[in-house]
């Protein structure tokens, strides 16, 4: 489980330092995303043009933290959840902001390297009709 535990506290690491490149690293070939940017799911395979212009929107890269990271393994298939926030500032803001969210991550031991193949984020919204997205909560 600490192979795990490096895999995705590193991933969180390289994105404040921008490292585009590290980051894909990490991604098995097909992974499956579901991000908190549009659309409802991210096209197949991890896009480090894409990545690269979401970081390059920012003032600085986003800093990302990871909470409550729990592990779960079985042979060559593990998933991990985690309570984690993002701070950043959007490029031209005056204000930065910070802001907590959910996250399920599935990763497989491919050729002896643990890799992403499943992330699913989240932001929990209101159910009292507003749809308002919770991003005030903490943990």
Same mark, same amino acid.
């Given at each position: !489980? &600490?192979? *795990?535990?490096?895999? /995705? &506290?590193?991933?969180?690491?390289?994105? &404040?330092?921008?490292?585009?490149?590290? *980051?894909? @690293?990490?991604?098995?070939?097909?992974?499956?995303?579901?991000?908190?940017?549009?659309?409802? #799911?991210?096209?197949?395979?991890?896009?480090? @043009?894409?990545?690269?212009?979401? *970081?390059?929107?920012? &003032?600085?890269?986003?800093?990302?933290?990871?909470?409550?990271?729990? /592990?779960?393994?079985?042979? %060559?298939? @593990?998933?991990?959840?985690?309570?984690? +926030?993002?701070? @950043?500032?959007?490029?031209?803001? +005056?204000?930065?902001? #910070?802001?907590?969210? #959910?996250?399920?991550?599935?990763? #497989?031991?491919? %050729?002896?390297?643990?890799? *992403?193949?499943?992330?699913?984020?989240?932001?929990?919204?209101? !159910?009292?009709?507003?749809?308002?997205?919770?991003?005030?909560?903490?943990?």
């Amino acid at each position: !489980m &600490e192979e *795990i535990r490096k895999v /995705i &506290e590193a991933r969180a690491a390289l994105l &404040e330092k921008g490292d585009v490149d590290a *980051i894909v @690293a990490y991604y098995a070939p097909q992974v499956v995303q579901f991000t908190l940017a549009p659309p409802l #799911r991210q096209p197949a395979g991890m896009d480090p @043009a894409g990545l690269a212009a979401w *970081i390059a929107g920012f &003032e600085a890269p986003p800093r990302r933290e990871v909470t409550q990271l729990e /592990i779960t393994t079985d042979g %060559d298939v @593990a998933f991990a959840t985690s309570i984690d +926030s993002m701070a @950043a500032t959007p490029r031209g803001a +005056s204000e930065g902001f #910070r802001m907590w969210y #959910r996250v399920t991550t599935g990763l #497989r031991r491919i %050729d002896g390297r643990w890799l *992403i193949t499943h992330e699913h984020q989240s932001v929990p919204f209101e !159910m009292d009709g507003s749809l308002r997205a919770s991003v005030d909560l903490e943990p």
